[in-house]
């Protein structure tokens, strides 16, 4: 099994930035794609960020250029900068990675979610 655990959510101005971390752990061989998803309140999980093995990213449109998506391969980490944050920020936000396990199986894998919240 593989665990996901992010860290860093919390409550900021409008304007502000925070910075999320996202920890995998457990039977790993390799991790392939990490990415950054949210859900607002009333709404669908929408794709924040995405970066490949081989450091390639990939932004939503309404991110692009105050979002930083990167990672770490040793520590199996992967990482969002927030900065110029806007109240429709404000969403529960979720880590996922694609995981190839020692025995080839391939699976995706969540993180139970932090929750950035932006003020006006």
């Known amino acids: 099994q593989v665990q996901l655990v992010e860290s860093g959510g919390g409550l900021v101005q409008a304007g502000g930035s925070l910075r999320l971390s996202c920890a995998a752990s457990?039977?790993?061989?390799?991790?392939?794609?990490m990415g950054w998803y949210r859900q607002a309140p009333g709404k669908q999980r929408e794709l924040v960020a995405t970066?490949?093995?081989?450091?390639?990213?990939n932004y939503a449109d309404s991110v692009k250029g105050r979002f930083t998506i990167s990672r770490d391969q040793l520590k199996n980490a992967v990482y969002l900068q927030m900065s110029s944050l806007k109240p429709e920020d404000t969403a529960v936000y979720y880590c996922?990675?694609?995981?190839?396990?020692?025995?080839?199986?391939?699976?995706?894998?969540w993180g139970k979610g932090t929750l950035v919240t932006v003020s006006s």
């Open positions: 970066i490949s093995s081989d450091g390639t990213t």
């Open positions: 457990g039977s790993i061989f390799m991790l392939n794609a």
């Open positions: 996922n990675a694609e995981v190839v396990h020692i025995n080839s199986y391939i699976r995706e894998y």
